[in-house]
């Protein structure tokens, strides 16, 4: 008699242990499928990612296929106050370096020498945001730069504008 109830109890405690393993299924696949799913979606978006950088975002662009339109040194900018009362200008030359390969540089370069007061003060708003010791900064510096060539981008409507470069940037 004991036996047979030691086997009952056995064959209870595993169909209990069965159920809980089969539950246990049942609630972690979902999540599990779900993490999954997550983590698929951002190796795609990391392999897009570094397709494009491969494609042309390693700065493998050959110089030679830039022409340079340069600008002259402008008026002095007043720079936005810093809190101590004191002004700051910055006085800088800009040049706008274009891909000669771009379907649209013909185009470009000849609005570019029709526009010069307008790119002055597409800088002007742009650098009057920052303060003396920000545009000391060279990271700012370079975070100018790209604010003025995403500007410079969406203003004449093309990809041909490769990058800017300032030249004498003086702040005072």
């Not at 393993?21 to 190796?43: E, G, H, Q, R, Y």
């Not at 950088?53 to 900018?77: H, M, R, T, W």
């Not at 810093?82 to 800009?94: I, R, S």
Request: with cysteine; net charge negative.
């Amino acid at each position: 008699m004991k036996k047979n109830l030691i086997t009952v109890l056995i064959l209870a405690i595993s169909i209990i242990n069965l159920v809980f393993n089969i539950l246990l299924v049942f609630v972690f696949m979902p999540s599990a499928n779900k993490t999954n799913k997550l983590i698929t979606d951002i190796a795609k978006v990391l392999d897009i990612e570094i397709a494009s950088q491969s494609n042309g975002g390693d700065g493998s662009f050959d110089v030679s296929n830039l022409a340079y339109f340069k600008l002259e040194q402008g008026n002095p900018i007043n720079l936005a106050s810093d809190g101590t009362n004191e002004a700051h200008v910055l006085q800088y030359g800009l040049t706008i370096n274009l891909d000669k390969t771009a379907s649209d540089y013909n185009k470009v370069q000849a609005t570019l020498s029709e526009s010069t007061d307008m790119i002055y003060d597409i800088t002007r708003n742009i650098v009057a945001r920052y303060t003396f010791q920000q545009v000391t900064d060279v990271t700012v510096e370079n975070q100018i730069k790209e604010e003025v060539l995403q500007s410079l981008r969406e203003t004449f409507n093309s990809e041909c504008i490769h990058s800017v470069s300032f030249y004498n940037w003086v702040a005072q």
